[in-house]
C-alpha cells in the first residue's frame, strides 16, 4: 500500500486547506480505516481525524472539532481533510495513515504517507 498526501501550503490564519492522500497497491482495500496524523516542530506525533470504511464514522482529536472535517471517496481510493479557521497551531507535518483497526494512536496504523506541509502564519 502505498498513501501519497498532498495540498498542504501556506495559509492566513482563519483561512482554510483541503488535503487529500490517495491510496494505491495490489493490497489497499476499501474496508481499512483511513485517517490523518500531524507532527508540529519539536511535538509529538498526534492523532488529527479518522473514518471508517463506510464514511460514516468519524473520530476527531478535541483540538480540531468543529473546524476540520474528514471524508472519503473508496471510488478514488482517496481520503479528504478539509481544514477551516486554521490557526498558527495547527502549523504541522501532515501524514496519512491507513489500516484494518481504528484508533487514535499512531502506533496502531501500519500504513504511513510521507506527510504534507501545512504552514499557518499570524
Known sequence: VQLQACGGGLVQAGGSLRLSCGASGRTF?????????????????????????????????????GRFTISRDNAKKTVYLQMNTLTPEDTAVYYCVADIVISRTASSYFWWGRGTLVTVSS
Open 29 to 65: 482495500s476499501s474496508s481499512y480505516v483511513m485517517g490523518w496524523f500531524r507532527q508540529a516542530p519539536g511535538k509529538e506525533r498526534e492523532f488529527v481525524a479518522n473514518i471508517n470504511w463506510s464514511g460514516n464514522s468519524t473520530y476527531y482529536a478535541d483540538s480540531v472539532k
